[in-house]
């Protein structure tokens, strides 16, 4: 037929290759079947990421409220909007994306949304950089006012959540489609 199966050393890479990828999901995640993505471990981390992403959305919110004067400059790297117009269109995505986590049952278009929105921030933040910013991120809103942390922690913390919302959904997006291609492939041998 047109599909056969692998021989010789073809087939010994094969079977080397389906090992390490066992023992790999194995390492990942604890479970009886290395055959199937870890669907309770996506499901976790997922909420995880839409609370975070909820508790930034709220608190861009509630910066927007404040009576601040900074809140009417314009935003560093947006120059056509203010601060304030930022935090609210920003924190209006951000619970939206968070909802969208919490209340879709399809985990890969979760993992997507979360992907989609790692790729917005870290672009803003490619682009302070580009244009050599050296303040605080306006990404957690005033929350350095009201946790009365210094600026650099305030940006470990925001760049330690994209790290862990960008990294985890690219992670756990490889992970699917690497199993829905392992599955495809053993439906066609």
């Known amino acids: 037929g047109f599909f056969h199966r692998p021989t010789g050393a073809t087939a010994n ?6 090992q390490a990828d066992q023992v790999f999901c194995a390492f990942i995640w604890p479970s009886d079947s290395a055959k199937t993505p870890p669907i309770s471990f996506f499901r976790r981390t997922l909420k995880s990421v839409a609370v975070l992403v909820l508790m ?8 927007a409220n404040q ?13 056509f909007l203010s601060i304030k117009q930022t935090y609210i269109i920003l924190g209006v995505i951000e619970v939206i994306v968070a909802f969208y986590i919490l209340k879709s049952r399809n985990i ?8 989609w929105l790692s790729l917005l921030f870290i672009t803003y933040h490619v682009g302070l ?45 490889g992970i699917q489609w690497r199993f829905q291609a392992g599955n495809q492939n053993q439906e066609v041998v």
């Open 108 to 115: 890969v278009r979760k993992l997507e949304m979360v992907a």
């Open 13 to 18: 890479d094969s079977r080397k290759s389906k």
């Open 129 to 173: 950089y580009l244009i050599q910013f050296h303040g605080v991120c306006p990404c957690m809103g005033n929350a350095n006012s009201w946790l009365h942390l210094s600026d650099d922690s305030i940006n470990s913390i925001t760049l330690c959540l994209l790290a862990y919302f960008s990294i985890g959904s690219i992670l756990m997006l």
């Open 67 to 79: 009576k601040v004067a900074a809140l009417g400059a314009f935003d560093p790297l947006i120059r």
């Open 56 to 63: 930034t959305g709220a608190v861009k919110l509630i910066s």
